[in-house]
């Protein structure tokens, strides 16, 4: 299982299948956290050598304002119950869709693979081949089906969007606008791209993993390092 078309320095990866990441706009990058941080002393760049080693100095003594300075802003399409691990990331601005102003479209999350119940992660999953997957994708189509069905009846009786789309699932996807700062952004991948996190998020990590590498590599090779050495 793959969930996810990464090209290095990309600005649009799709994810999963009907998702994406769309990079919309950025502001800063690794020269600004080096500037920010030598505003303290009244100096700027002193050459890319020291400028680095600075960047690492900064990460691994958890002097992290400087990285505030540069803010990536993203449109993102994904799952609802995706959405809501994502918006749990309390430090960052979010705008979504609304399904009381517009009309949910036909468009649900349908997994490649049903994975297992972790045996030893109890809010874990992991690949089994003993689940018999063409039972499973049959009684979730069948599920999807019903509701987007039920969802569609409800507004032809007149129901309002905001009172049909209750019947909808957590697998419909929904789009958001993100603007979120470096420092924020660094702990939402350490958090996200982690093997604790759920199969659906990460492949979203990793698709914003790149996107944070090709705009401040100096700060994703300092991190990686870091990472690498103390990993949470
Ligand atoms: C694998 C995994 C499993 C999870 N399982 C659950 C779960 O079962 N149930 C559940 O409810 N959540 C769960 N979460 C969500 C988790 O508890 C965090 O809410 C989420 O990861 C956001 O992290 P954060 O607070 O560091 O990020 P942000 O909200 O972006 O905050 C960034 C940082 O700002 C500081 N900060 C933000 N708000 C406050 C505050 N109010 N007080 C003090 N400091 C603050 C903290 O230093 C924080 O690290 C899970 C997350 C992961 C990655």
Redo the contacts with the bound molecule.
Sequence with gaps: MTGTEIKTGQDLVKVLDGGFVKLVDFLGGDSRAVDSARVSFGSVSKGEAADRKLIGYLLENGHLSPFEHSVFQFHIKCPIFVAR?WM?????SYNEISARYTEVHDEFYFPEAFRAQDRSNR?GSQESSSLDQEKMKAVYDRAIKASYAAYKELLDAGAAREMARLVLPVAQYTQFYWSINAR?LL??IS??A?S??QWEIRRYAEAIQTMFRAKMPWTWEAYSELHEKNPR
């Design positions: 691990q749990r990331h309390r430090i960052a809010q924020s702990n939402f958090l996200r982690d604790h996190a």
